[in-house]
């Protein structure tokens, strides 16, 4: 006896799921892309490593290993998300304004 055959729609399984995410989180993060534990907010620095992990300076988040955890709260790789250093703070609708207070200081 087979299994039914209803040329049902394909829904995608929880591991294709998975792969799409991780996809696409390895399209955000790239090799200096400094990522913050979202439980304890540390932030990892590739450019400076994990000497608390062993991670020698220049590793990017995605080559570490897998059972690498938060130096600060043991919490995965799967508790850092990426650092957005480039957006503009919400709560300021002049956006960046460097170089105002130094000329109006000026003098
Ligand atoms: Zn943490």
Redesign the pocket.
């Known amino acids: 006896m087979s299994e039914e055959d209803t040329g049902a729609p394909h829904f995608a399984t929880g591991a294709e799921v998975e792969a799409l995410l991780d996809k696409y989180a390895r399209d955000r993060v790239g090799a200096h892309t400094r990522m913050q534990?979202k439980?304890?907010?540390?932030v990892y620095n590739p450019d400076e490593g994990c000497p608390e992990e062993a991670i020698d300076p220049g590793t990017p988040f995605l080559d570490l290993p897998d059972d690498f955890v938060?130096p600060?709260?043991?919490?995965p790789k799967t508790?850092f998300l990426p650092l957005d250093d480039d957006q503009i703070d919400p709560s300021d609708p002049s956006g960046p304004a460097q170089g105002w207070s130094d000329r109006w200081e000026h003098g």
């Open positions: 534990c439980v304890c907010w540390y938060c600060d709260c043991g919490h508790a």
